[in-house]
């Protein structure tokens, strides 16, 4: 699927508390939540409504008309209640005048997930269920609006309905999917993949086969500590805990046509570990969020190799050292000259280091009890990922225009 296909991309992977859902795809039209929390969903967190006044509202507009072709697709799962609990949700496309619209339900069953998607291709209106074509109906017209509906079970004091239950992964597409494009969408999983300065390992000839020490919890620092002769034990200082370096160690193999081929391949990767500063390791566990870390190898690389005149096949360990363990992650998406700048606002009493994704950092960055403004230019389009090194959780007032994949990681 092409990314400029893909005009919102909603995980709502947020922490509870959140009042922004941020939109992942090159529209940056990121939800405003007003009243639903964030609870555990289909795919990592979900948006939950209670049947209350609660919504989430774009920023802004991310289709001008319903004249061209588009896909709708999301998870839903509706809620049961004690009495008049829904049986249906209800794809609605209305069109100008009265009685002109079409109506298509969905029969479900409360407490499941489903994934439900519609496409528009022309006049050709088909809708999904589970990946599975359960309707098809043409219509001519422009749509004036498109809506999926709970199945009435009741109304507030002003005599509004609101659905009942759990929203995820929600994207539109401004081409209309075809079967087996959807089925390819609906796939919760992403291929593991490991990237070194955004170069995929194998593009080195170099796979992994395992790796420890990505998500462990650091070691903690000694704290201070007092030890009195006429005491048990000790007095320590837990109010300020800190970490030692994160270790992470990469199990690797090499395999090769030939013996010069095995050297090189070997060669190449590991002078990537000689630049300068830290390398960028990046292991794609999420369709969205990456685990990140800047790392340096200091260790030497020994590779089992037996030498022989058949397929070349050799092991060998990557120790990789992330000097700071603890980091915010960020995603800013450049399209155009109009998005080339990422800026963050924040007071911080303690240095940080900001590592911008493209190469370039800024560091000892703050120090004091100012708010600063630090900003950054992308010159080429893409997708960057900035991350804040430091004490993260004495950061304050944080805002930027970037998308936040992790709080804290």
């Known amino acids: ?36 929390s964030f609870v555990p969903g289909n795919n990592g967190n979900a948006i939950q409504f209670l049947g209350g006044d609660e919504y989430c509202e774009l920023e802004h507009d991310i289709i001008n008309t319903l004249a061209g072709n588009l896909t709708i697709m999301a998870y839903v799962k509706i809620a ?83 659905g009942l239950g759990l929203l995820d992964d929600a994207k539109v597409y401004k081409v209309a999917l075809s079967s087996e494009e959807i089925i390819n969408e609906t796939t919760t999983t992403t291929n593991l993949s490991y990237l070194l300065d955004g170069v995929d390992f194998k593009e080195y000839g ?41 270790e992470i160690t990469l199990d690797c193999f090499i395999k090769a046509a030939t013996k010069n081929d095995f050297v090189i391949q070997l060669s190449n990767f590991m002078q990537q570990f000689d630049k300068v500063g830290t390398q960028r390791l ?10 990140i870390f800047e790392v340096y190898c200091k260790d030497a690389v020994a590779v089992s190799k037996v030498w022989n005149n058949q397929l070349m096949v050799g092991t060998f360990k990557v120790k990789l050292t992330e000097p700071e363990p603890v980091k915010r992650i960020l995603k800013h998406i450049r399209v155009s000259e109009a998005t080339k700048t990422c800026t963050m606002t924040f007071k911080s009493m303690k240095y940080v280091n900001i590592y911008w994704g493209d190469g370039t950092a800024d560091f000892d960055v703050a120090g004091d009890s100012l708010s600063h403004t630090i900003s950054h230019v992308y010159t080429a389009n893409g997708d960057y990922f900035p991350v804040i090194t430091g004490c993260i959780d004495e950061i304050t007032d944080f805002e930027t225009n970037a998308i936040i994949v992790w709080n804290k990681l």
Not at 283 to 290: C, F, S
């Open 282 to 291: 990046t292991i794609n566990v999420h369709p969205v969020k990456p685990l």
């Open 206 to 246: 170099v796979f992994v086969a395992g790796s420890d020490g990505v998500v462990d919890r650091p070691k903690l620092k000694t704290p201070y500590s007092v030890n009195f002769d006429n005491y048990h034990g000790e007095i320590v200082d837990l109010n300020h805990k800190y970490f030692e370096p994160r």
């Open 1 to 36: 699927m092409n990314a400029n296909d893909i005009i919102l991309n909603l995980p709502f992977d947020e922490q509870n508390g959140s009042e922004k859902a941020f939109d992942y795809s090159q529209s940056r039209s990121d939800g405003e939540v007003h009243g639903a």
């Open 80 to 162: 049961s209640v004690e009495a008049g609990t829904p049986k249906q949700l209800i794809w609605v496309v209305n069109f100008g005048g009265v009685k002109n619209f079409i109506e298509v339900p969905i029969g479900v069953n409360p407490g499941s997930w489903y994934n439900v998607a519609m496409t528009k291709q022309g006049t050709v209106y088909r809708f999904y269920v589970n990946a599975q074509l359960v309707n098809t109906v043409t219509h001519a017209g422009t749509p004036t609006g498109i809506s999926l509906n709970q199945d009435f079970y009741g109304e507030d004091a002003n005599g509004d309905c609101y």
